[in-house]
């Protein structure tokens, strides 16, 4: 089946201590993303990778860091976790570069509360 | 900067009902439009999409114009059930060096009751 597999689906955190969140696609797409979703404020990108060890920033990349080994892996790291990174995050995918012939998979979400 | 407004929820509607859910958009080039749908603990999934002025895109009974005089892609459903509860997301996406980016607007929850 495809799909767009994220974990873990929650997770509680103290401030500071470094975490990720794994990401893993399984049909072969070049494109990834992350975005996190936020009350009032719908979904904001935060990282993309448009091929393996290409990665640039989106809209809101403070205190996030990416990397792109991997073709179908794409994991988002807090080096140091602050209380304002509490959201719920999704990975997308898709094959190509453009949303309007290569729609946008999303997994199914990770709910991070830092304390 | 590129934006999406949509109407605030939650709606309410009984089963049957019609739906309108108004979407609007600012943007600096042409964009395409999209309505992605969320279902309780899932992530987003494409509902429909247009990719040009006077476009009608269609999904499930679901519909949405293009209609770029007014920058608007409002959702409607003419009889909504109970299984429709869900958030609705409008977004838009322009070609930029960004790749594949969408730009949402806050989301509209739906719940449709018996």
């Known amino acids: 089946e495809a799909q767009v597999t994220q974990n873990p689906r929650y997770l509680i955190t103290v401030t500071g201590k470094k975490l990720t969140v794994t990401c893993s696609q399984n049909m072969n797409h070049e494109y990834m993303s992350w975005y996190r979703q936020d009350p009032g404020l719908g979904l904001r990108q935060i990282y993309y990778?448009?091929?393996?060890?290409?990665?640039d920033k989106g809209d809101v990349p403070e205190g996030y860091k990416v990397s792109r080994k991997e073709k179908r892996n794409f994991p988002l790291i807090l080096e140091s976790p602050s209380p304002n990174q509490t959201s719920l995050y999704f990975c997308?995918?898709?094959?190509?570069?453009?949303?309007?012939?290569?729609?946008?998979?999303f997994g199914n979400g990770t709910r991070l509360t830092v304390t | 900067g590129d934006s999406v407004t949509q109407m605030e929820g939650p709606v309410t509607l009984s089963e049957e009902a019609f739906l309108t859910i108004n979407c609007t958009y600012t943007?600096?080039?042409?964009?395409?439009l999209f309505w992605y749908v969320q279902y309780p603990g899932e992530g987003l999934q494409l509902l429909l999409k247009?990719?040009?002025?006077?476009d009608k895109g269609s999904n499930k009974g679901f519909e949405a114009t293009y209609r770029k005089e007014t920058t608007s892609f409002h959702l409607e459903k003419g009889s909504v059930q109970v299984s429709d509860s869900a958030v609705y997301f409008c977004?838009?996406?322009?070609?930029?060096?960004?790749?594949?980016?969408?730009?949402f607007g806050t989301g509209t929850q739906l719940k449709v009751e018996l």
């Open positions: 247009a990719t040009k002025a006077d």
């Open positions: 990778s448009m091929n393996v060890e290409v990665t």
């Open positions: 977004a838009l996406s322009l070609l930029t060096g960004g790749g594949n980016k969408l730009t």
């Open positions: 943007a600096t080039g042409y964009p395409s």
């Open positions: 997308a995918s898709s094959q190509g570069w453009t949303a309007y012939n290569s729609p946008l998979h």
